[in-house]
């Protein structure tokens, strides 16, 4: 238990991500070809309001303030998992999930003056972090602000590296906390540690009884201007030992929807990807059980959303789960990521009995020459076989594709087009399309010297060309996908609730050509029947807003 030096009731404010218009996002390659009104984006509810308001809007920088800022509103798993682990430490803590600029519930936070802002970098990078910590510092200039999670751990490993090639690039290393020649002065600790929990623990609790930084391992602090990086320990890492005591986490921040983890790691090593380089470590199902049902006992949780890559990884993984979930008969719809190859005529059965709502898939590409070169270890023939058995199921489905991998050629993105547009038509399922321009990060596979010499692959990040395509020509191939692919739809978040799920679907189609139409420069009659159809369809629709 904590000692409290701090006459303050408030022990620590946890923060786990940042929205602003303005904000420097790391997923800017995630291009937006929705269909837009006056900058909105038009999900189900504007464009009713649209029509109803004889196709304009009276409040069109709210609306779109409202929409972008959706994706945030949900809790952070990882925001909660701190906040679950200082509660059950003993410390008297505060979640503000997102830190928007100008926003009065954050000043209402620090009016409780924390002694301790404990910042999570799973969501944002460094210049958000800065943005963050100054703000935080003009209104709590005493305050100790720790920084740990998933940036830290990367720019720590960056260092690292800091005297490879393509590590030592100055575009590399200034966008990261401990090779900048601008470092973020307002952090006074961070943590970075892999998980780093023992650390933050131990890290309050000697601060706290008056100790200081100097001998505790996997911090990392400024000393008169010079960086002091203590030794490494790694710490033990058990997804049960972090298990989320649900009946203690504030009613305020739950909702509907809540996020919930089964595994941390990734055994896989997609050359695209930087977060899989770990051990993989699972949640026992009894542990989970009982976290779900203590989910289920609050009464207000509808849709449980898995946020971890790879807890359906296996067929197995998934029958054993599915079963358990069916037979303690738990009240909730859920939502996951899954790979194809869990995907067999038994889980889908399974997975429609224990109500399933939504699967995210990370296909990557329908090209055979791609996938292998990008090392997904998946078949396209996996893909068509999984697809068409979540089709014929109603299903819903998120699907993910890279463009500009290297490898990929026009060909490959055409392969890509015709298997997208293959995929089997269902008027009652909806298949988002999520489309990413290859990012070519640091500490991912493809970014080391051999892949590099091996593809003459030259840059970093969103600028960059390979023996087979360069960045430029990503952008106009990503163009080309959006509008030439046919049935999947771009997702609005719509935030609706289908009265006819037919009607629903058909809407969405109908939005999306005419999106689709906008940005192939269709004549204007085309477009203006669309947008009539869009109007007639939009007026049936009955929705509940979510
Ligand atoms: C699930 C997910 C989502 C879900 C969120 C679900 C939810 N409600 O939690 C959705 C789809 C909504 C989403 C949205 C976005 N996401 Co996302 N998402 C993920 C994903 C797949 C898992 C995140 C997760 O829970 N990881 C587990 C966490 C808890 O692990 P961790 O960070 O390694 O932390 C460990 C420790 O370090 C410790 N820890 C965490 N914080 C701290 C802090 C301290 C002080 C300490 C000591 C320890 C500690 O806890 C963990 C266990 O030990 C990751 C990719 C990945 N596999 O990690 C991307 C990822 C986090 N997302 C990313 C991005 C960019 C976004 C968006 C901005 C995309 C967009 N443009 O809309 C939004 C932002 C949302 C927001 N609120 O800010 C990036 C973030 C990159 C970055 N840091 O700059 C990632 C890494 C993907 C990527 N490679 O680009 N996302
Ligand atoms: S992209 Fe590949 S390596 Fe990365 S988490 Fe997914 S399966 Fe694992």
Same mark, same amino acid.
């Given at each position: @238990?904590?000692?409290?030096?701090?006459?303050?009731?408030?022990?620590?404010?946890?923060?786990?991500?940042?929205?602003?218009?303005?904000?420097?996002?790391?997923?800017?390659?995630?291009?937006?070809?929705?269909?837009?009104?006056?900058?909105?984006?038009?999900?189900?509810?504007?464009?009713?309001?649209?029509?109803?308001?004889?196709?304009?809007?009276?409040?069109?920088?709210?609306?779109?303030?409202?929409?972008?800022?959706?994706?945030?509103?949900?809790?952070?798993?990882?925001?909660?998992?701190?906040?679950?682990?200082?509660?059950?430490?003993?410390?008297?803590?505060?979640?503000?999930?997102?830190?928007?600029?100008?926003?009065?519930?954050?000043?209402?936070?620090?009016?409780?003056?924390?002694?301790?802002?404990?910042?999570?970098?799973?969501?944002?990078?460094?210049?958000?972090?800065?943005?963050?910590?100054?703000?935080?510092?003009?209104?709590?200039?005493?305050?100790?602000?720790?920084?740990?999670?998933?940036?830290?751990?990367?720019?720590?490993?960056?260092?690292?590296?800091?005297?490879?090639?393509?590590?030592?690039?100055?575009?590399?290393?200034?966008?990261?906390?401990?090779?900048?020649?601008?470092?973020?002065?307002?952090?006074?600790?961070?943590?970075?540690?892999?998980?780093?929990?023992?650390?933050?623990?131990?890290? @309050?609790?000697?601060?706290?009884?008056?100790?200081?930084?100097?001998?505790?391992?996997?911090?990392?602090?400024?000393?008169?201007?010079?960086?002091?990086?203590?030794?490494?320990?790694?710490?033990?890492?058990?997804?049960?030992?972090?298990?989320?005591?649900?009946?203690?986490?504030?009613?305020?921040?739950?909702?509907?929807?809540?996020?919930?983890?089964?595994?941390?790691?990734?055994?896989?090593?997609?050359?695209?990807?930087?977060?899989?380089?770990?051990?993989?470590?699972?949640?026992?199902?009894?542990?989970?059980?009982?976290?779900?049902?203590?989910?289920?006992?609050?009464?207000?949780?509808?849709?449980?959303?898995?946020?971890?890559?790879?807890?359906?990884?296996?067929?197995?993984?998934?029958?054993?789960?599915?079963?358990?979930?069916?037979?303690?008969?738990?009240?909730?719809?859920?939502?996951?990521?899954?790979?194809?190859?869990?995907?067999?005529?038994?889980?889908?059965?399974?997975?429609?009995?224990?109500?399933?709502?939504?699967?995210?898939?990370?296909?990557?590409?329908?090209?055979?020459?791609?996938?292998?070169?990008?090392?997904?270890?998946?078949?396209?023939?996996?893909?068509?076989?999984?697809?068409?058995?979540?089709?014929?199921?109603?299903?819903?489905?998120?699907?993910?594709?890279?463009?500009?991998?290297?490898?990929?050629?026009?060909?490959?993105?055409?392969?890509?087009?015709?298997?997208?547009?293959?995929?089997?038509?269902?008027?009652?399922?909806?298949?988002?399309?999520?489309?990413?321009?290859?990012?070519?990060?640091?500490?991912?596979?493809?970014?080391?010297?051999?892949?590099?010499?091996?593809?003459?692959?030259?840059?970093?990040?969103?600028?960059?060309?390979?023996?087979? @395509?360069?960045?430029?020509?990503?952008?106009?191939? @990503?163009?080309?996908?959006?509008?030439?692919?046919?049935?999947?739809?771009?997702?609005?978040?719509?935030?609706?609730?289908?009265?006819?799920?037919?009607?629903?679907?058909?809407?969405?189609?109908?939005?999306?050509?005419?999106?689709?139409?906008?940005?192939?420069?269709?004549?204007?009659?085309?477009?203006?029947?669309?947008?009539?159809?869009?109007?007639?369809?939009?007026?049936?629709?009955?929705?509940?807003?979510?």
């Amino acid at each position: @238990m904590v000692k409290k030096i701090f006459s303050n009731k408030l022990d620590a404010l946890v923060i786990g991500s940042h929205f602003s218009n303005e904000r420097v996002d790391t997923m800017h390659h995630v291009d937006d070809f929705r269909l837009h009104c006056e900058g909105v984006p038009m999900s189900i509810p504007n464009l009713k309001e649209y029509f109803n308001n004889g196709r304009r809007f009276t409040d069109a920088h709210r609306r779109s303030f409202r929409e972008r800022y959706r994706p945030y509103r949900q809790l952070c798993y990882s925001a909660l998992h701190i906040y679950n682990l200082l509660q059950r430490e003993g410390f008297e803590v505060r979640l503000l999930n997102c830190h928007l600029p100008d926003d009065p519930s954050r000043l209402k936070l620090y009016r409780e003056n924390p002694p301790y802002i404990i910042i999570s970098t799973t969501y944002i990078n460094m210049e958000t972090v800065r943005a963050v910590a100054k703000d935080i510092r003009e209104y709590l200039p005493q305050a100790i602000i720790i920084a740990g999670g998933n940036y830290v751990r990367h720019s720590y490993r960056i260092w690292q590296k800091r005297n490879q090639p393509y590590y030592n690039d100055p575009e590399v290393i200034n966008k990261y906390f401990f090779t900048t020649s601008n470092p973020v002065n307002e952090i006074d600790v961070f943590i970075y540690d892999a998980h780093g929990e023992k650390t933050l623990v131990n890290l @309050m609790n000697t601060l706290t009884q008056g100790g200081n930084v100097q001998h505790l391992p996997n911090v990392i602090f400024y000393k008169d201007h010079e960086m002091v990086v203590n030794k490494e320990e790694p710490e033990k890492f058990s997804m049960d030992e972090y298990h989320i005591s649900w009946k203690n986490i504030p009613r305020e921040l739950l909702s509907t929807v809540v996020p919930f983890s089964m595994t941390y790691g990734c055994p896989f090593n997609c050359g695209f990807c930087n977060f899989a380089q770990l051990g993989m470590t699972e949640k026992s199902m009894d542990v989970a059980f009982q976290e779900l049902r203590d989910i289920a006992e609050l009464g207000i949780v509808q849709k449980i959303w898995f946020t971890d890559d790879n807890f359906l990884l296996t067929p197995s993984k998934v029958e054993q789960f599915c079963q358990r979930f069916i037979d303690e008969g738990l009240p909730f719809s859920w939502m996951s990521f899954i790979r194809a190859s869990s995907i067999t005529p038994r889980t889908v059965e399974l997975m429609k009995k224990s109500n399933v709502e939504l699967l995210v898939l990370g296909l990557e590409s329908g090209s055979p020459t791609v996938l292998q070169a990008m090392n997904k270890r998946d078949k396209v023939s996996h893909y068509q076989k999984a697809m068409s058995l979540l089709l014929a199921n109603d299903i819903d489905t998120e699907l993910a594709f890279v463009f500009g991998f290297p490898g990929e050629t026009d060909d490959t993105v055409s392969e890509t087009i015709n298997f997208i547009n293959s995929l089997p038509y269902s008027p009652t399922q909806i298949s988002y399309l999520y489309i990413f321009k290859f990012h070519l990060v640091p500490l991912s596979p493809i970014f080391e010297k051999d892949a590099r010499l091996r593809w003459n692959l030259q840059g970093n990040f969103l600028n960059y060309r390979h023996k087979t @395509m360069d960045s430029d020509h990503v952008d106009s191939v @990503m163009r080309r996908v959006a509008i030439e692919t046919v049935s999947p739809v771009f997702n609005y978040l719509d935030g609706v609730t289908h009265v006819n799920k037919k009607q629903l679907v058909h809407t969405m189609r109908i939005r999306d050509t005419l999106a689709r139409a906008i940005l192939a420069n269709s004549s204007t009659s085309t477009i203006e029947t669309l947008w009539n159809e869009l109007e007639l369809h939009t007026s049936a629709l009955l929705i509940r807003e979510n």
